[in-house]
């Protein structure tokens, strides 16, 4: 098996943990941190990524993100911090790739319109049923449903879980319960998800012209780098700035994680997963870093996320998932045969399809639609 060389001796090493559900022989060539990585890239959920969107949905621009783009440019930004403070870049890889498996169509509004729908059934949380997809949704396997994951990529893959639920997750979901901390590989991943989504979501806001580099100039954070960009390049063209300006604010944050990061580590001086877990976060911004993080997610909560053209956008999605769903738990003969449920009763049919939309993409959710409402798609 592929070693995992000049690892820090409080990083994630792929033989030294929990491992997996199900036993299976080790890897020949790869490390399972490797394995893990390659079967979320050749899951079915992992290519439906490619039209789930984030801001904006899948019809209105080729440029903009998906989910998919989103998810790799989180593993991008979470190796380059992996490197530099010695963690295992396979795992951050791994648990980037399969962040996002469980989000429904639409973005939030999606995510938020199916929860409502669960209120009276367990509710409906994106990182449960991220998981829920690698542990039981995927089929590939003869052995075992879902994936048959690493204990820490699947950890890592729930970023956020409610106590209700932790307590039915067994050692998954203990750190909940605790108060504990995961490795610091799944803290990393958390940090580069953010930093990538607010620097792409500035980028889609402003090629859609929903927001402008002039309203982008009441963040200090941009209006400095953007200054910076005009005194090293003056006159650059107008796109090619917005691209130089993200590029030098995504290097300031990455280079704000490594350096107070490793200040942390180097004090706390964790020697091992273990100490990691009972201490304290060891990976996170500056003061100052988060302070400025934080005026830029207000600026897109306000100026992007609210913007009157998306609110039109995302209560069209509301509306196609809570009709969707209504449909389906009225007359669960419009599903398709393997999200019937025969026996269980209305608790288990709700979370079939609660598990059938969320499985959508943006442009099927909007098809399967029109196949149930509208005459003209008999």
């Known amino acids: 098996m592929r070693a995992e060389p000049g690892l820090a001796p409080y990083a994630a090493h792929s033989e030294q943990g929990p491992g997996r559900r199900f036993a299976e022989p080790a890897p020949a060539t790869r490390s399972q941190f490797q394995r893990d990585r390659d079967r979320i890239i050749h899951s079915s959920a992992f290519r439906r990524l ?20 989103h998810s790799l440019e989180v593993a991008q930004i979470g190796r380059s911090l992996a490197r530099s403070l010695r963690l295992n870049e396979d795992l951050v890889e791994a648990i980037s790739l399969a962040h996002d498996l469980g989000h429904t169509p639409f973005g939030h509004a999606g995510q938020d319109a199916l929860n409502g729908c669960m209120a009276q059934h367990g509710g409906f949380e994106h990182n449960l049923q991220s998981l829920r997809v690698v542990d039981s949704l995927e089929q590939h396997y003869g052995a075992f449903d879902g994936l048959n994951l690493m204990f820490e990529t699947r950890e890592g893959i729930l970023k956020h879980c409610s106590l209700d639920n932790a307590k039915q997750l067994g050692a998954l979901g203990l750190r909940f319960i605790e108060r504990s901390q995961p490795t610091l590989e799944a803290q990393l991943t958390n940090l580069a998800d953010e930093i990538a989504y607010n620097n792409h979501d500035i980028d889609d806001g402003l090629r859609s012209g929903l927001i402008t580099a002039a309203q982008m100039e009441q963040v200090d954070f941009f209006a400095r780098h953007r200054r910076e960009v005009e005194r090293v390049y003056p006159g650059l063209p107008g796109r090619r700035a917005i691209y130089e300006t993200l590029r030098r604010m995504i290097s300031a944050l990455v280079s ?3 350096d107070t990061s490793s200040t942390l580590i180097e004090a706390a001086r964790p020697d091992s997963v273990a100490a990691v877990r009972a201490g304290a976060p060891l990976i996170r911004f500056s003061d100052g870093m988060r302070a400025e993080a934080a005026e830029l997610k207000r600026f897109l909560k306000e100026n992007l996320y609210r913007h009157y053209q998306v609110n039109r956008m995302t209560a069209k999605a509301r509306n196609i998932v809570r009709e969707l769903f209504d449909a389906f738990m009225a007359e ?12 269980g009763g209305q608790g288990a049919q709700a979370r079939m399809i609660a598990d059938y939309i969320a499985g959508m993409t943006d442009r099927y959710a909007i098809r399967e639609h029109k196949r149930l409402f509208s005459v003209d798609e008999l």
Do not use: A, M, S
């Open 50 to 69: 490619e039209y789930k969107t984030q801001v904006f949905l899948n019809h209105e621009g080729d440029l903009f993100r998906t989910r998919l783009t």
């Open 256 to 258: 704000d994680v490594i």
């Open 332 to 343: 669960p003969i419009l599903l398709p045969p393997d999200y019937q449920v025969k026996d």
